[in-house]
């Protein structure tokens, strides 16, 4: 009938425009509401990214060995829980996995818990670590001083510069004393903290046995590369129906078997991700609670557009509008004081690890925060009473 | 030949449900045409501000019919309304209802811009109606800038946006001195005989009768008194009409 016309403009693109440089006059005409906004939201942004990055970097280490490490595959004791908590098994089974079809290469691989005898005559608690020092198939991968091939002798280790402390700052050429044998450091390496927090040891495969309870003739873990052309899911079914007593798992199904682990099962994990939590609820009713105060504050302006021809959906586009401004501008600037955040806690020696896709995500929360904070806002509007802006 | 713009047809208007209802504008019947000025007075309650609102399509009647441009409109939903409201009507409030964080030509163009127009013709339109009104010279100045009578006048360009044929004012000089409320007033008959347009003013202020065409008495929700001008009575008893 007579509006058909109407419509269009009223679903103009430069309509909209107008509907959103309105929601921005508004929200930057209230100054002191919208910094308030902003503080909730960076407030929110800030310990998501914080949480969230200290506790990928707490993952990461639950598995730094597995992901260095170039195997394809690793085979473990049955039902194992993590990484850290490897248990020994036969030898024997490196030879069957040699002759299975695909094996590029299988190498006996240890990890076990020790004890260091500390200067101060206390005891520390280790993990060796025992690769194949001809190979160097799960060798240090960061070396900031020593030789490699020292570990080829006796005794012979290598200790992570991150663990210097802790162990009592030795230097290279000390003696130390590990479960009643003597050891001496040959070098320093980089980036291999485990997870735990009892320092990794590295030596060779057989040096490892001795300073272990490893007894002789077993392994704790067996790494293997799939040969080209070969299925890594093909060659590690074939291993787990040909080898028995043993677990075989992908890089990837072992790294992350052990951190999730460490994330779900101690709820460690769980601690860091409920702060996180936290952050984006008290986030949201603070943004919530501006935007609503702003909407209330509004009211009249909104009854206003409505008596002059606005719709109920052109309200509430200028309420999402806001919430969106004040993400975009809440997220930015919040990911900037996480920057400052993250620099200071690098200087104390705590680190983040914040990939891209957890940034993408963390911004999708944060506007899925803000737009759900103008929920009640659009119920306040729906239920404007007309005379409102006709009373004085 | 005037023709007829808004008709309203034994409307009622009940607020409240069981115990605590007012009936607030109770069957009252009008029939108005283009390029009058009409004033509606009445004491307070007796449901002025509802008769405005239904006549502006922002409220619904309880029952009757209430017609525009011969369309019906009382049965149309909350989507069309809007629509309506956009083509058909401007409103002036007593208390101005600009938006505080627009100056006067912003006003004015975010009126302009939800009936359609947009861009540098929003922005020219907009310019054009604040010199209608003789605030050429405060385009750029934000509300609180702007004195009572200056505020009502962007009020008033922002009413005219898009040319409505109606305009419906409650009590626009509510808040302004008798001289300028005055003005406001010449203002809006000027509106309504220069540009054949229907203004439907409530006012408490019986000293601006002499401008209108006709007056309306409201009293406990229905019309008990319709007066016209004098000379314009002249005219109908010698049988010619306007
Ligand atoms: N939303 C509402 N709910 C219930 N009752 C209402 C509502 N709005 C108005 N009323 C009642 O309806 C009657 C008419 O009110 P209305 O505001 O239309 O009067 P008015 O003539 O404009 O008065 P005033 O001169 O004081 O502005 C009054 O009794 C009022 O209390
Ligand atoms: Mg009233």
Redesign the interface.
Known sequence: ???RE?????Q?E??KA?MVS?AK??L??DRVRFLVALIGIQFAVVLMTLQIGFLLKFMTNASVLIDHIEADLWITAKNLKNFDFGLPFSEQKLYEARRAPGVLWAERFLMGFSYWKMPDGGQETIQVIGFNPETRIGAPWDIVEGDLTDVKYFNQIFIDEADRARLGFPRVGDEVEIIGQRARIAGITRGAKSFTGSPFVFTSFKNALKLSFIPPGQTVYILVKVAPGYAVEEVKQYLAETLTGVDVYTKREFSWKSRRYWLLVTGAGIALLSTALLGLLIGTIIVGQTIYASTIDHL??F??????????A?LYRIIIAQALIVALIGYATGMLLSRIFLHVARRAGLEAYLPPEVLLAIFGLTVLMCVSASIISIYKITKLD??L???? | MSRTVLVLDRVSKVYGEGASTVIAVRDVSLELTEGRFVLLMGPSGSGK??L??LM?C??KPTRGRLFL?E?EVSALD???L??????Y???V???F?L????TAL?NVE??L????I??RRARQQAAELLARVGLGERLHFLPRDLSGGEKQRVALA??L?GDPPILLA??PT??LDSRTGRQIVELLAELSRTENRLVFMVTHDPRVRDLADEVLVMEDGSIVARERAEEEMAAASRGERR
Request: glycine share 8%.
């Open positions: 009938m007579i509006l109407e419509e269009s403009a009223w103009a430069e309509f107008t309105l006059k508004n930057f005409h009249r302006e009854g206003t557009l409505k008596a002059i021809g606005a719709s109920n052109d007309p005379a802006v006709f009373r004085s | 501000t509802t405005l609102l502006g922002l409220l441009f369309h909350e989507r069309t809007p629509l309506l409201r956009r083509r009507i401007g409103f409030f007593q208390t209802n938006f505080p964080a627009l912003e975010l009126a811009n939800l009936k359609g947009t861009g922002r009413a946006a409650d009590e509510g808040m």
